[in-house]
């Protein structure tokens, strides 16, 4: 989830207060894609002003941990998948990696918990790529660990998709690691076990509703509407659990009864599917932060449960091949501001605080001209190129913006291009198609944004406008 232009998600983990104490810890995960972040500073003081304690890095970016210094908040650091290959063929690798992304780190005054080596990397979808550099990336960064002198400090752990495990009868008690990979999930789930290390599993039941219409809506969800599953006299009222006990199953099986678990991931994406909205989306956050707090832990697995919530700011350069929801999971809006009431139990208010300080463009939006013919073909060319380079995920049926008229969807395609390419003048010229108004085109549920100043962390990392005057003259070429 590596992303050159800046930083942008977080997943969260919070020590909760009075009613939530008996929690281990409630956090949140902070990515990197994202075509506007907010400035380092600004989200640790938002992670702060949350009451939220730990954080989850999707990579070692410096900015990010170097605003974490002194904070206090404990970070797992994360190694992407396209680097294991790397650090399984060299332990000079393995130990530059770590002497860069976390002894200097450390030195500095960086509470840094774990090293996630890898993301998932046993997903189905992956077809097997990382099988054979996971063992040897994961064991060369504990011997570097080691060498440092960090061993007991610092874990390692491999956050892996639930899909690593099954349960051939869909009850828990019938869970085991999944048969294609077993041998490869015994031996790191030993290494991580001898080391001491937790067992790190992302758990999604939006996923589940949106890969099958049958699924039972309501299992997905935490407040007893669904049909209980019964397995062996143990009922389960929601998947949640259902899943993280087949997880404790496989273990016990495995020979690994009292290893910990972290949930690396647990979230409901506000928008880009007809069941990813504010309104989903707050009832399982909320039911699951209720369900937690309450620290009785599952049937199989009593005690508090660590989880890590997904996520903390949305991501708009995140890859929509899984669907277009993958760009909205933030509690947060891009700009940081809640996207509805949340109660962690770690702040007075007992909702999300808002960002600090946000600096935004001018409010201007790029809309589609009243001359416009809507026969004109430069429109359909004009909304393709919008929407390829911009973000039209919130169009579509059963999403925020899936009212709008065919007028109203133009505009937002071109708004959306012309608001992450800051606003310039270039990035309204749609070819007898668009132009600039002060007048919101926002309407009901539909949000037309105005993006934040962008953030450069370094000359690498700035937007130039050739590419955008490349592209316009390219989609004038199509459009002539």
């Known amino acids: 989830m590596k992303n050159p232009v800046g930083v942008c998600e977080v997943f969260i983990l919070v020590m909760l207060v009075p009613f939530m104490s008996s929690v281990n810890g409630i956090g949140a995960n902070w990515g990197t894609q994202c075509s506007h972040p907010l400035p380092p500073e600004t989200v640790v003081r938002l992670l702060v002003d949350n009451g939220i304690q730990k954080v989850k890095l999707f990579d070692a970016d410096y900015g990010a941990l170097r605003a974490l210094s002194k904070s206090g908040i404990e970070v797992m650091v ?37 090293v996630a080596v890898g993301n998932e990397p046993f997903l189905s979808t992956y077809n097997g790529s990382f099988l054979r550099t996971l063992y040897p990336a994961l064991t060369n960064i504990q011997a570097a660990l080691v060498k440092a002198g960090l061993g007991a400090k610092v874990k390692v752990t491999v956050p892996q998709n639930a899909d690593v495990y099954e349960s051939s009868t869909s009850a828990p008690s019938s869970g085991d690691f999944r048969t294609d ?60 659990d259902a899943n993280y006990d087949t997880l404790v199953w496989a273990l016990q099986k495995n020979g690994f009864p009292n290893m910990g678990i972290i949930v690396g991931e647990i979230g409901w994406p506000s928008d880009g599917d007809r069941n990813a909205n504010n309104e989903y989306a707050q009832r399982f956050m909320q039911g699951f932060m209720t369900h937690i707090a309450q620290g009785k832990g599952t049937p199989m697995r009593q005690g508090p449960i660590d989880a890590y919530l997904f996520s903390l700011i949305d991501e708009d350069q995140k ?37 600090r300080n946000v600096r935004y463009l001018q409010r201007k939006w790029c809309v589609l001209k009243d ?11 004009s909304v393709s190129y919008a929407c390829a380079l911009g973000d039209c995920t919130s169009l579509g049926y059963g999403t925020s913006c899936g009212d709008l008229d065919a007028k109203q969807n133009i505009s937002y395609a071109v708004n959306s291009y012309y608001q ?15 132009t600039v108004t002060k007048d919101d085109p926002s309407t009901g549920t539909c949000r037309f944004g105005i993006m934040i100043e962008q953030y450069y962390a370094g000359a690498d990392r700035r937007l130039g406008s050739g590419g955008l005057l490349a592209g316009l ?8």
């Open 473 to 480: 003259v390219l989609l004038l070429l199509t459009v002539l």
């Open 181 to 240: 990979i077993h041998d490869y999930m015994f031996q790191i789930t030993k290494f991580l076990n001898d080391n001491g290390s937790p067992f790190t599993v992302n758990i999604y039941p939006f996923i589940s509703l949106y890969i099958d219409s049958n699924f039972p809506v309501e299992y997905a969800f935490f407040d007893g509407q669904g049909t209980p599953v019964n397995d062996g006299g143990t009922t389960y009222t929601n998947m949640f």
């Open 78 to 114: 994360g190694i992407p998948n396209d680097m294991l290959a790397t650090m399984a063929g060299s332990m000079k690798s393995a130990e530059k990696w770590v002497s860069k992304n976390i002894s200097d780190h450390l030195s500095n005054s960086v509470n840094i918990k774990y």
């Open 420 to 434: 992450i390419n800051n606003q310039l003048d270039e990035a309204c010229k749609f070819p007898n198609v668009s």
């Open 371 to 381: 001359s416009v013919k809507m026969d004109d073909p430069s429109i359909a060319q």
């Open 319 to 355: 890859s929509i091949q899984p669907g277009n929801f993958e760009r909205h999971w933030g509690v947060f809006y891009y700009d940081g501001q809640p996207k509805y009431r949340l109660n962690l139990g770690t702040t007075t208010a007992g909702a999300l605080v808002p960002a």
